[in-house]
């Protein structure tokens, strides 16, 4: 069992930058994956990217790679996602989310346990 609170989200000018943080509590941080997904309204729910359990690999849906970073600190039991350069379009709630399983996924389903997400918005 794992729990996830995410925070650092908000209002920013478009090219602004964000960087939401995902804490962990409970199980051993590093056996999980991590993946952030994010909502806008009246939109299905989204991959935005995902580091494995070693933290050796990331990857990114094609909208926001170049412009998003994922880094985590297992000692701060912490997950990162650095936003730069941030569009009108990357508007939505936030969350962040642990898996058990090895590697990468995108598929939502794929993952356990879920955050409660954090409100991004990017005004034009």
């Known amino acids: 069992q794992v729990q996830l609170v995410e925070s650092g989200g908000g209002l920013v000018q478009a090219g602004g930058s964000l960087r939401l943080s995902c804490a962990a509590s409970?199980?051993?941080?590093?056996?999980?994956?991590m993946g952030w997904f994010r909502q806008a309204p009246g939109k299905e729910r989204e991959f935005v990217g995902c580091i494995s359990r070693s933290g050796g690999s990331t990857d990114y849906a094609d909208s926001v790679k170049g412009r998003f970073t994922i880094s985590s600190d297992n000692a701060k039991n912490t997950v990162y996602l650095q936003m730069n350069s941030l569009k009108p379009e990357d508007t939505a709630n936030y969350y962040c989310a642990a898996g058990t399983f090895f590697g990468i996924v995108r598929i939502p389903s794929a993952y356990t346990y879920w955050g409660q997400g954090t409100q991004v918005t990017v005004s034009s």
């Open positions: 409970g199980r051993s941080f590093s056996v999980y994956a």
